[in-house]
């Protein structure tokens, strides 16, 4: 991704935003907690989780509209 981001300045990616883009909001939090609770995954885990919410902020996402993302399944 860093090469990409060397040759493509104009259109930065990141991997929290890549995951995103593949799984959801919703799918990846909670494959991020299922990975904390596991000794192996937990530090990088905590730092995704961490670059996901910091996502939600930049993108001026209240705590309810991020609680409704977890329950329109619901």
């Keep these: 991704m860093r090469e990409y981001n060397?040759?493509?300045?104009k259109y930065?990616?990141?991997l929290i935003g890549t995951l995103v883009t593949?799984?959801?909001g919703k799918d990846l939090a909670g494959i991020l907690a299922a990975a904390?609770?596991?000794k192996e995954t937990a530090s990088t885990a905590?730092?995704?989780e961490s670059e996901l919410i910091q996502n939600w902020i930049r993108k001026?996402?209240?705590p309810s509209s991020v609680?409704?993302?977890d329950h329109?399944?619901?």
């Design 67 to 69: 609680f409704n993302l």
């Design 6 to 9: 060397t040759a493509n300045p």
């Design 46 to 48: 905590k730092k995704m």
């Design 72 to 74: 329109v399944a619901d």
């Design 22 to 24: 593949d799984y959801g």
């Design 12 to 14: 930065h990616m990141t």
């Design 36 to 38: 904390k609770k596991v």
């Design 60 to 62: 001026g996402w209240t």
